[in-house]
């Protein structure tokens, strides 16, 4: 059915920007946490300290996007409502798992893997069920509900820093479950406009019967080119993308010592992104398909160049106007994703397309911040990390570059081949109706001689 541009999609809509906020508003927090963790597990004999801790933050984020391909099954399956309910469920049992250590390793599993897998399931059906309700303003409601993480983003690591100042590390992370329980009863709000899977195979009597592996799996959408050049060369330019969000506070510490407050930089990020989200989120609805790629395009070239001069910044403001531009363009990268899968693929193979590309997505990220952290364990600075994690930016951004191109080629030869279709099936109508004439006419001759 036409989405209906409105209606119950703004309950969705708001639904979703929680679950953004909640999610990512933790993991870009990570920072924060990330300080509290070597304060509370590290020793001064431990020379690889903040490798091992890199590793909680760098498994959870990556996790969330790991299982996006299983997650878009799952949701083409179930329906977004299930998934997502469950997926909060999880993601609360996790994180009040990771209350009850004692050391750094089972963190990886119960922050790094459970709390980000459930995670994982509650973000991405909050993408899909948009398409549901929403098309023409696709871009305008994508921008706001991405902007929830950046409210998140500005607002929670001074609530965790007054938590882990007054209160522990661990009684700081029973107050995230909180927006976990919440985050819960939001999915009960993605009510589907479109049948998913299950109700198709099914029929009217609503019985399972598990689809065609081929549909289980979609990877037809491998077949477009322009979607598996944009599939791999996102990927590409994400490995020093998580660097600055997880290791950012302690190089303060280290240039700056205790005398600046580092949360304000997260504050930066955050409002200029959210900002971004919802300007270029706009903006994204008045550039005609594929070409919308050339705003992300814009958004890796400026994030490598901001992420190179971090170490450049012997001022404090000189860093926060760093953190300004970055903030700006990372909201211009995260909320045009979905409307550029729908350009891509089109909106009956959207989910799967978004669950393939944040799959991919989640090597860099999980491999970035433990390299950068052996960096600075290694050579006891941050310099040399944040220097290399400006360059696959500028490398992923010069992949984009040629899609809208290829993308508007395979366009027209689709068209043509759809025009051939028609000219021939015309010319054999024409033919047929040329024989039929012929051989009636004799026909009719000889009934009337008789």
């Known amino acids: 059915p036409e989405p209906p541009e409105g209606g119950w999609g703004w309950v969705v809509m708001l639904a979703a920007m929680w679950c953004n906020g909640a999610v990512f508003g933790i993991q870009n927090s990570c920072g924060v946490l990330f300080v509290s963790m070597l304060r509370l597990f590290g020793g001064s004999e431990d020379k690889q300290m903040a490798f091992k801790t890199a590793w909680v933050s760098s498994l959870s984020m ?3 996007f790991f299982c996006s391909p299983i997650v878009s099954i799952f949701t083409d399956l179930f329906g977004c409502r299930k998934v997502a309910v469950i997926g909060a469920a999880v993601g609360l049992a996790g994180l009040l798992a990771s209350s009850f250590v004692s050391t750094i390793e089972p963190l990886y599993f119960t922050y790094g893997t459970l709390f980000a897998c459930g995670c994982s399931f509650a973000y991405q059906p909050s993408l899909v069920i948009l398409g549901h309700y929403f098309k023409k303003r696709l871009g305008l409601v994508n921008g706001i509900v991405t902007a929830g993480s950046s409210l998140f983003t500005v607002s929670l690591p001074f609530l965790l820093r007054v938590l882990l100042d007054s209160v522990d590390l661990f009684n700081t992370l029973r ?15 993605y009510k589907p406009l479109v049948p998913n899977t299950k109700d198709k195979e099914g029929g009217k009597k609503g019985k399972f019967r598990l689809p065609p592996g081929k549909k289980i799996c979609n990877f037809s959408v491998f077949k477009v080119l322009s979607y598996r050049i944009w599939a791999f060369g996102i990927p590409a330019a994400l490995f020093g993308y998580f660097v600055p969000y997880v290791h950012l506070m302690n190089h303060v510490k280290d240039r700056f010592g205790d ?3 580092e949360e304000v930089l997260l504050l930066c990020l955050g409002i200029t992104s959210g900002v971004g989200r919802l300007i270029f989120g706009r903006v994204a609805d008045y550039i005609p398909g594929a070409k919308k790629i050339y705003l992300q395009v814009a958004s890796f070239f400026f994030i490598g160049l901001m992420s190179m001069m971090i170490p450049l910044c ?27 899968a729908f350009e891509l693929v089109g909106a009956q193979d959207v989910s799967q397309a978004i669950g393939f590309l944040l799959g991919l997505m989640s090597v860099p990220m999980t491999v970035g911040p433990p390299i950068a952290g ?10 040399v990390a944040f220097y290399l994690a400006g ?3 500028l490398i992923g951004g010069a992949i984009l570059c040629c899609i809208p191109w290829i993308h508007e080629r395979q366009k027209l030869k689709e068209r043509a081949k759809s025009v051939d279709g028609e ?3 015309k010319m054999l109508e024409n033919e047929s109706t ?7 006419k004799p026909v009719r001759e000889l009934e009337s001689g008789i």
């Open 62 to 64: 990556g996790m969330v």
């Open 314 to 340: 012997n001022v404090f403001g000189a860093l926060i106007a760093v953190c300004l531009f970055m903030g700006l363009f990372d909201g211009c990268f995260i909320c045009i994703m979905a409307p550029i």
């Open 259 to 261: 005398n600046v407050q």
């Open 374 to 383: 052996l960096l600075r364990d290694k050579l006891g600075t941050y310099d």
């Open 175 to 189: 107050v995230l479950c909180i927006l976990m329980f919440i985050l819960f009863l939001a999915g009960f709000t």
């Open 391 to 393: 360059v696959p930016p």
């Open 423 to 425: 000219t021939t099936e």
């Open 434 to 440: 040329l024989v039929s004439n012929t051989t009636e």
